[in-house]
C-alpha cells in the first residue's frame, strides 16, 4: 500500500446541491481545512483507538459490499486480492465530520479507489466519476459521485448538464464584486439518506418538480456563470434568489434554530446563506468582503472563511 501518506481534501459545493441529483449542473471546490488518509492499524495514534475501530469495521464491510458488484461494472481494475490483504488493517484518519455537507464519505471512497483501484489515473473523468458513484454508493445508497470525484482530482469542478465534467480555475479571493464564500456551524448534524430520500418524494409533487426544473436548475446555472466569469451579473443577487428559494422549498433541510440567522442575512443584505450538501452540518454563506470583519464578530467561531 504505497499511498498511505497521501491526503485526500474535503469538497465544497457552491452551487448545484439536490439539483445534481436530477443531471443539472454544479460546481465544487476541494476544501483541504479538513482531510482523509488511510493508516495502519498498528499506527493508532494515542486516543483514537476506538475511531480506528470503528473505520476498520466499516472497510471491512465496504470490501464485502464491493467484491459482491459485478466486475465489469468498474472502468478502472479493481484489486480484490490486495483490498483483502489490507481490509483487516486498515483504516481512515479523517478530520471531515460527518452529516455536515462537506463529502467524508466522498473522501473516503476517494481514498479507497486511489489505493485499490488500478489504471484509474489513465481514465476520463466521467469514467472516474462512473466508479467513485458504486464505490461512495456503499453509504448513502444512492451517489451522484460528485463528492467523490471533486476529492479525488483535489480541484475545482464543472459538472455540466450533459454530463461532461471541467476542471476550472477558480480564485475564491478574487471573487467577481469582492464577494466572499463562508461556511456557518449549525452543529447539527443531518444523515443524506433520509434527505435525499425525502427530496425524491416531493419530486413526485408535480407542482414542486416543476419549480425545481424550470427556476431551481437555472439559477443553479445562472450562478455558476456569474462565478465562472460567463455572465456579467452580479454572484450575490443570484446566491441571494437560491437562498430564498431554499427557504421556501428546503425548509426540512435547514435546522430550526437556523431558520432566524438566515431570514436576518436576508432581510439586512449584509449576508446570504444556503444549504452545503444535504442539509446540516456547515451552512454555505457569501457576503461582501466589507462584511469579513462584523460577520467574523457575530457569528464569532460558528464561521469559517473559504479561501
Known amino acids: 500500500m504505497n499511498s498511505e501518506n ?32 488511510p493508516r495502519r492499524m498498528k499506527e493508532v495514534p494515542p486516543g483514537m483507538a476506538e475511531q480506528a475501530a470503528i473505520s476498520n469495521q466499516s472497510v471491512q464491510d465496504l470490501y464485502h459490499y464491493l467484491v459482491r458488484l459485478p466486475e465489469d461494472n468498474f472502468k478502472a481494475r479493481f484489486n480484490k486480492k490486495l483490498f483483502e490483504e489490507y481490509s483487516g488493517d486498515l483504516w481512515y484518519e479523517s478530520s471531515i465530520p460527518e452529516g455536515y455537507g462537506l463529502g467524508s464519505s466522498g473522501a473516503l471512497a476517494a481514498c479507497l479507489y486511489n489505493q485499490f483501484f488500478e489504471y484509474s489515473d489513465s481514465l476520463t473523468m466521467e469514467e472516474q466519476r462512473h466508479d467513485l458513484v458504486l464505490i461512495e454508493s456503499y453509504f448513502h445508497g444512492r451517489s451522484s459521485g460528485v463528492d467523490a470525484l ?10 455540466r448538464e ?19 464564500f463562508f461556511l456557518l456551524d449549525s452543529h ?32 443553479n446555472q445562472r450562478l455558476i456563470d456569474a462565478l465562472l466569469g460567463l455572465e456579467k451579473t452580479d454572484p450575490g443577487l443570484i446566491f441571494r434568489v437560491i437562498s430564498d428559494f431554499q427557504y421556501n422549498h428546503f425548509r426540512k433541510m435547514i435546522p430550526d434554530h437556523m431558520l432566524d440567522p438566515w431570514i436576518e442575512g436576508q432581510v439586512s443584505n449584509e449576508y446570504y446563506l ?6 446540516g452540518g456547515y451552512l454555505l454563506g457569501i457576503c461582501h468582503e466589507t462584511a469579513i470583519d462584523f460577520l467574523t464578530e457575530k457569528f464569532d467561531g460558528d464561521i469559517l472563511w473559504i479561501k
Request: net charge positive.
Open 274 to 279: 444556503k444549504l452545503n450538501g444535504s442539509g
Open 6 to 37: 497521501i491526503l485526500f481534501p474535503a469538497k465544497i459545493m457552491l452551487t448545484g446541491e439536490y439539483g445534481v441529483i436530477l443531471g443539472g449542473s454544479a460546481l465544487t471546490i476541494p476544501f483541504g481545512i479538513f482531510t482523509t488518509r
Open 150 to 159: 471533486t476529492c479525488f482530482r483535489k480541484a475545482p469542478l464543472y459538472f
Open 188 to 219: 447539527t448534524r443531518f444523515d443524506t439518506a433520509p434527505l435525499v430520500g425525502y427530496f425524491l418524494e416531493q419530486m413526485k409533487d408535480e407542482k414542486f418538480e416543476t419549480r425545481i426544473r424550470e427556476e431551481y436548475l437555472r439559477m
Open 162 to 180: 450533459d454530463g461532461t465534467i471541467t476542471e476550472v480555475k477558480l480564485d475564491l479571493s478574487d471573487l467577481p464584486m469582492k464577494y466572499r
